[in-house]
């Protein structure tokens, strides 16, 4: 048995137990029902619940969420979009977001892949301050894709 301030009360029977908690106007939990013999102790246990709660929305509003954000390109993007891109995955970057960087090939497109593969290595370049290469350019089918991975967490 264990009383409200942690102190050790001794080994007694549940009846004696449930009347003290009664004369405190609080409640007997068990512990640790399955040693011998079970371990008990008072405490006002919605203020305990209370707390567990508190703590795990306390825990919950200070954790932050990786999210992957893509940015899709083509092989003959303009200097201006592509800088347009580039402002983005930077501003990803610093969010401490993911970034997957796709160039989607069309058509005759597809013969000339290593122009996409030249666009994402500029593009991991330009990035480098502020993000980390974490898979280098590989295709899949019609898209070759990169990903990035900000350098430090957001602050």
Known sequence: MIGEDGAQLGIMTSEEAMKIAIEKDLDLVK??????????RIMDYGKYKYEQAKKIKEVRRHQHVVEVK?????PSIGINDFNVKLKNGLKFLKEGDRLKVTVRF???EMAHTD???????????????L????KNPKLDGRHMSMYL???????
């Open 70 to 74: 893509e940015i899709r390109m083509s």
């Open 106 to 108: 069309r058509g005759r």
């Open 115 to 129: 122009i996409g593969e030249k666009l994402l290595t500029k593009f991991a370049e330009e990035c480098a301050e």
């Open 31 to 40: 512990i640790a029902p399955t040693s011998n013999p079970p371990v008990c």
């Open 149 to 155: 991975t900000p350098k430090q967490a957001k602050q």
């Open 131 to 134: 993000g980390n290469v974490d």
